[in-house]
Nanobody
Framework: QVQLVESGGGLVQPGGSLRLSCAAS????????MGWYRQAPGKERELVAS???????NYADSVKGRFTISRDNAKNTVYLQMNSLKPEDTAVYYC???????????????WGQGTQVTVSS
């Protein structure tokens, strides 16, 4: 299995910043895309940002210009720097990766357990 462990969530005031981290571990041959999704109460899970192994990034329109995704391939880690946070950013944030465990495996999706981000005064 591939395990994803997230850290960095918490409570922050509007306009504040948080940095999420997610480290992948286990038997890993290669990781394709990594990213962050979020799910607010009563809403569907949505893509926040993703980054490919070639560092091509994609952002939800609602976070463009405020959030930055990056990855450290040597550490199998993805980061999400969140600035100018708004109350509507409140959600559980889930780390995702698409990876192969072995060279002959088909790539599959893996998810972290989620970390709560609350933006409130």
């Amino acid at each position: 299995q591939v395990q994803l462990v997230e850290s960095g969530g918490g409570l922050v005031q509007p306009g504040g910043s948080l940095r999420l981290s997610c480290a992948a571990s286990g038997t890993i041959f290669s990781i394709n895309a990594m990213g962050w999704y979020r799910q607010a109460p009563g809403k569907e899970r949505e893509l926040v940002a993703s980054i490919t192994s070639a560092d091509i990034t994609n952002y939800a329109d609602s976070v463009k210009g405020r959030f930055t995704i990056s990855r450290d391939n040597a550490k199998n880690t993805v980061y999400l720097q969140m600035n100018s946070l708004k109350p509507e950013d409140t959600a559980v944030y889930y780390c995702h990766c698409n990876a192969r465990r072995r060279s002959y495996d088909m790539p599959r999706d893996y998810w972290g357990q989620g970390t709560q981000v609350t933006v409130s005064s």
